[in-house]
């Protein structure tokens, strides 16, 4: 099969993925006067009293902007924002399969930080959450730093944090296989773009305390130059051995390596000098550092890519639908680095020990639970670090979930 074609066919043939559904019936006037003139007035005052009813008595309380600029898709790099749209779309469709979150793309026509901020934040009484989507580092970091100070709903960079969650999900696991702990494992992170620098600084958090990040320039260390901001704080909390070189000298001897940089990237000399039985996670995409056959076939243990057509893919897919999912179900005003741990460990736990295996380190996108245990771990965070806004059974919500997602997976 073509799937450049098919893809073609598919999204001219549809006008592209989305469209709108009306959840109401409007089959009589009745009905008419009910969903508009002149019973919708009557949603309109109460939300005019009380503002945070729109979140209940309109879309607005289950829809996510999903917001580019066009300047990092994929691996396409700078295309545009009108070039941008299908990815939009497709994630928006993935919002829906995937968390039954309603989700809108909107493309933007600018470059420029200040004015993506200005735009998305006049957008919020629309929105219960803002997804940032395919923006070029180094500004989407203040891009979304300033919308979480400035806005009082969640704001997800996802090319940064759902990667992130996916990779601390798939370690997880792969740790244990190999008898890790990650405290001590020494973690070669090869790339520092968003996706790269977040996935650092998640692990960090987690508890991480042997890691060297490698850009273009060689590994970072304290002191190191011309860095943006969140390279100097990896500079800073990584590599304290300060050593300087580039992958071939750090990589020597380490358990762990994920590639978040470019196709070919990594080599049988690459594999072969780090630790016994080690963790390759070559996720560059549509094709990564070294494919997951020649990565086994060089002595990784456990080896892992983006891709579908191999074992443990290691996709945000499995992330981000279900961490808006639980931070609209409680309204929670931010998504903080505690949701996002907890939420890796939700995935994590999907792998019953049983199952565990060095081909399955991962559940699949497809499992029915991924998203309601996501949302469940992020839901009870929320609640814990006193940001969720709205009291919800969060064990009922999990079921109803699982119930739902059956169907759909079934269907």
Do not use: W
Request: aromatic fraction near 6%.
């Amino acid at each position: 099969m073509d799937l450049k074609a098919e893809s073609l066919k598919l999204h001219r043939e549809n006008n592209g993925k989305l469209g709108v559904v009306s959840k109401v019936p409007l089959n009589s006037p009745y009905d008419l006067s009910i969903a508009y003139t002149p019973g919708v007035a009557q949603p309109c005052l109460a939300i005019k009293e009380e503002n945070n009813l729109s979140f209940e008595l309109t879309c607005r309380g289950n829809m996510v902007a999903v917001v580019t600029d066009g300047t990092r898709v994929l691996g396409l790099g700078d295309i545009g924002p009108q070039a941008a749209m299908p990815v939009m779309e497709g994630k928006a469709v993935l919002f829906k399969r995937f968390g039954d979150v309603d989700a809108i793309p909107i493309c933007l026509d600018t470059k420029d930080p200040k004015k993506i901020i200005e735009i998305v934040k006049l957008l919020e009484p629309t929105f219960a959450g803002i997804n940032l989507e395919d923006i070029s580092s180094p500004k989407c970091y203040d891009i979304e730093d300033e919308l979480k100070e400035i806005m009082d709903i969640p704001v997800f960079h996802d090319d940064q944090h759902g990667t992130a969650v996916a990779v601390l999900a798939g370690l997880i696991n792969a740790l244990k296989l190999t008898s890790r702990q990650i405290e001590s494992a020494k973690i070669v992170v090869n790339g520092c773009g968003a996706a790269g620098s977040a996935i650092g600084r998640l692990l960090v958090k987690a508890g991480a305390k042997n890691i060297f990040m490698v850009d273009l320039n060689g590994v970072l260390y304290k002191g190191m130059v011309n860095l943006n901001r969140i390279q100097q704080y990896l500079s800073e909390s990584t590599n304290h051995q300060m050593i300087k070189g580039d992958l071939y000298t750090v990589v020597k001897g380490a358990d762990v390596l994920i590639g978040v940089s470019k196709p070919g990237a990594f080599d049988e000399k690459v594999i072969r000098s780090m630790n016994r039985d080690p963790i390759v996670f070559a996720l560059s995409n549509p094709d990564p550092e070294i494919s997951y056959h020649q990565a086994i076939s060089f002595g990784a243990r456990i080896a892992a890519t983006g891709r579908s057509d191999t074992p443990n893919q290691v996709n945000n897919v499995l992330v981000f639908p279900g961490i808006f999912r639980g931070a609209i179900d409680v309204r929670a005003r931010k998504i903080t680095d505690e949701m996002k741990i907890n939420a890796a460990y939700a995935i994590s736990g999907l792998v019953t020990e049983a199952e565990l295996d060095f081909d399955y380190i991962i559940p699949s996108a497809y499992n029915p639970n991924v998203a309601p245990n996501v949302a469940a771990a992020v839901s009870r965070t929320a609640v814990d670090q006193g940001l969720a806004r709205k009291t919800i059974d969060i064990e009922k919500r999990r079921n109803e979930l699982i119930q739902k997602f059956n169907i759909s997976t079934k269907k």
